[in-house]
């Protein structure tokens, strides 16, 4: 077999690992989803070698998803990070076979504390099986590994199975993209969601017209906006928009008589504003559905703000 066959053959074996989970989700799944959801405290996840890293991304998974969670290395509660565990915890344990010693070791002081434990492992007679409060089976038939012993295939599922356990709870916590961004503030979809449109919008050098305005003047107030619009006034009032559009159509439809006509002629008599506190996502949402490039920001007394266009949401 060539490299490319080897990956392709690994991709096959991994994705059908993944696939074989789904017979196994039982009884013991929805037990452990409702553990987590109703944890007063925080998730704990812990796990030695390759589960040990599966289970570091699954804490990070979780906490970002709204579950505080964290992981621990089961070595390290020898040493002192005991500490960190409390009443009102929980612990989710994650093993290949089940009886990894250094985590066997760890499970009398769990259980000591009265904390339930959520057991993860591709063996459901495991010792680790027997003392969870609730199992989820993990067991793939053979590892994607050539040589059937570097864990590739049984990571991939624990990892899967750990994301099936966030799903659910977003599902069940009604999770939402706003909620998302909060723990996600640097990212592109917290910036999108957490920004407003007075942080984005223009400010200066509006392109305010008086609807009595002959059209010919008005194309050049609006040229020198470049903003591709027009926005007409009266006593500090917004009644109308007119856009390059509008004045496309009016001077095909008008030709030499387009200079008699003024702005109020063509405008837009209800154009589409919004709040300063308005989140770029929903702007984006309305620019979709109309079909517009730009909304205009208004106070309460729909006095002019700002604009907000479609490259002001690109951010």
């Not at 796990?47 to 579950?67: N, W």
């Amino acid at each position: 077999m060539t490299a490319r066959e080897y990956a392709i053959q690994c991709i096959k074996d991994e994705a059908q690992a993944v696939m074989g989970l789904i017979p196994q989700i039982d009884d013991s799944f929805d037990e452990a989803v409702e553990l987590i959801y109703h944890c007063k405290g925080k998730v704990i996840v812990t796990g030695v070698g390759k589960s040990g890293h599966i289970g570091a991304k699954i804490a990070a998974t979780l906490s970002s998803t709204g579950t505080p969670s964290f992981f621990i290395n089961p070595l390290d509660v020898f040493h002192g990070d005991l500490g960190v565990m409390a009443q009102g915890d929980v612990v989710l344990a994650i093993s290949n076979s089940g009886q990894t010693d250094e985590l066997l070791r760890f499970i009398p002081m769990v259980l000591h504390m009265q904390i339930p434990i959520i057991g993860m492992s591709g063996n459901p007679e495991s010792l680790l099986a027997k003392y969870s409060t609730c199992h989820l089976n993990v067991s793939v038939e053979k590892e994607a590994c050539p040589l059937n012993l570097a864990p590739t295939s049984s990571t991939m599922a624990q990892l899967a199975m750990g994301d099936a356990l966030a799903v659910a709870l977003i599902e069940k916590r009604n999770f939402q993209p706003r909620d998302f961004a909060q723990y996600h503030p640097g990212g592109e979809l917290g910036k999108r969601l957490l920004t407003t449109a007075q942080d984005v919008m223009r400010t200066e050098d509006m392109p305010v017209l008086p609807p009595d305005m002959r059209l010919g003047e008005a194309i050049i107030l609006v040229s020198k906006g470049k903003l591709g619009l027009g926005v007409a006034e009266t006593d500090g009032q917004i009644v109308g928009l007119i856009t390059d559009g509008d004045i496309r159509r009016a001077t095909e439809k008008w030709q030499a008589e387009f200079f008699d006509h003024t702005v109020s002629d063509i405008m837009t008599r209800t154009p589409k504003t919004v709040k300063p506190n308005t989140k770029i996502t929903e702007i984006q949402q309305i620019m979709n559905r109309y079909k517009i490039h730009s909304v205009l920001v208004t106070d309460d007394d729909r006095h002019l703000l700002g604009v907000v266009d479609h490259y002001s949401c690109m951010i």
